[in-house]
């Protein structure tokens, strides 16, 4: 069954929806603050996260924004706010769903595997490699929590690396993928657009960790 990561302040409501959520069959881990839950989350890898958007130390929305950079999980907010400002913030921050107590506990279990259904969806447009995540509909591309600002091109060259994680690729395959068919420019554009992608995601780019040289046959992103 799903893994659900609940994080809320209440004691109370957190034990309620816990107990509810593990009698229908879903595995809960909980947090009652936001830097529990961002711990949590990166450890436990839920499958959805359900979070209350007013929470000690890291708040909601800045946890949800976090969560939705680093990962595929589904993400409903709880909130005793009803605004419609307040949702469509909630939205724009990258949650799934928007939930304004009190609510009742059918309700919230409908809209989790709603959630549910609808994330392998997201997840076929993101593509990682290490702390490296390329999201394909957005077209955002975030080293850990940074976003890193690529061209055109740049993007294209790693999208194509990351489509492929693992294997070589040669430079004409390359060329022919990110350039088109009928490029007739010097094969080395591959290299310096290697070169500058490296400067954006390595940490030291004379020693790459992910964007590797396979000498005499192209590059590898692992």
Request: some cysteine.
């Amino acid at each position: 069954m799903p893994k659900v990561l609940i994080v809320e302040d209440e004691t109370i409501l957190l034990d309620l929806l816990a107990r509810h959520l593990e009698s229908e069959g879903y595995t809960v881990i909980t947090a009652t603050s936001g830097d529990d839950g961002l711990e949590i989350a990166r450890r436990e890898q839920p499958d959805i996260c359900v979070l209350d958007v007013m929470l000690p130390g890291l708040d909601g929305l800045s946890l949800c924004r976090i969560l939705r950079r680093e990962s595929n999980m589904a993400i409903i907010l709880l909130t005793a706010r009803a605004g419609e400002i307040d949702r469509v913030i909630g939205l724009d921050n990258g949650a799934d769903d928007y939930v304004v107590k009190p609510f009742s506990l059918p309700e919230l279990t409908a809209r989790i595997r709603a959630a549910l259904r609808r994330t392998p969806k997201r997840m076929e447009s993101l593509l990682r490699a290490g702390d490296v995540q390329l999201d394909l509909v957005s077209r955002r591309v975030f080293l850990g929590d940074k976003e890193i600002k690529l061209s055109h091109k740049e993007f294209e060259l790693l999208a194509t690396l990351m489509r492929n994680k693992g294997a070589v690729l040669s430079r004409e395959f390359l060329i022919t993928q990110v350039w088109g068919y009928d490029f007739d420019g010097d094969m080395r554009t591959v290299d310096v657009h290697v070169r500058w992608l490296r400067e954006k995601i390595e940490k030291d780019p004379s020693h790459p960790v992910h964007l590797q040289t396979v000498r005499g046959v192209g590059y590898r992103i692992d």
